[in-house]
């Protein structure tokens, strides 16, 4: 079997995820680039099986010294029915269309339950980067 004749993944979406920027922080230069730091204060997260909202949380953002933008940001997230989750949404964010957006990939952890399913799932981010308005946008896909 070639590589060729392995099948495509398929991509289905998952939620819309809107970070509101409560405060950046320019770090400065760092042994391997310049970090900006990106605080999350509210937001929304609504999806076919999922509705919550972002508590807090922050991108430690590195623009690298080979000129790669990574994005690396951690935040709790809090479901309609009360149950608290972690969000890891990182990777290299070049963006890879015309129109400016970027992918990442993000990582869940919730308790057993309702919401487990997010554990067992690989899951890609585009984002878009409202900064003048103050907030982040990352469409969610599950990949299947």
């Known amino acids: 079997m070639s590589d060729s004749t392995l099948p495509q993944p398929n991509l289905q979406f998952a939620m819309l995820i809107k970070a509101h920027i409560s405060e950046v922080i320019q770090v400065g230069a760092v042994a391997d680039g310049v970090r900006t730091h990106f605080s999350l ?4 997260i609504k999806g076919p099986r999922l509705s919550a909202e972002l508590l807090t949380g922050a991108d430690r953002f590195l623009m690298r010294a080979d000129g ?3 994005v690396d940001a951690l935040y709790e997230i809090k479901t309609d ?3 608290m989750i972690t969000v ?6 070049l963006p890879a ?3 400016g957006l970027a992918h990442t990939t993000l990582r869940f952890t919730a308790p057993t339950g309702q919401h487990d399913w997010l554990n067992k799932a690989n899951f ?3 984002l878009k980067a409202e900064m003048a308005e103050g907030y982040v946008l990352v469409r969610v896909d599950q990949v299947l």
């Open 124 to 126: 890609v981010g585009t």
């Open 68 to 70: 790669v933008p990574f």
């Open 97 to 99: 269309t015309s129109a």
């Open 81 to 83: 029915d009360g149950v």
């Open 88 to 93: 890891h949404n990182s990777g290299p964010a």
């Open 41 to 44: 204060q509210g937001g929304s």
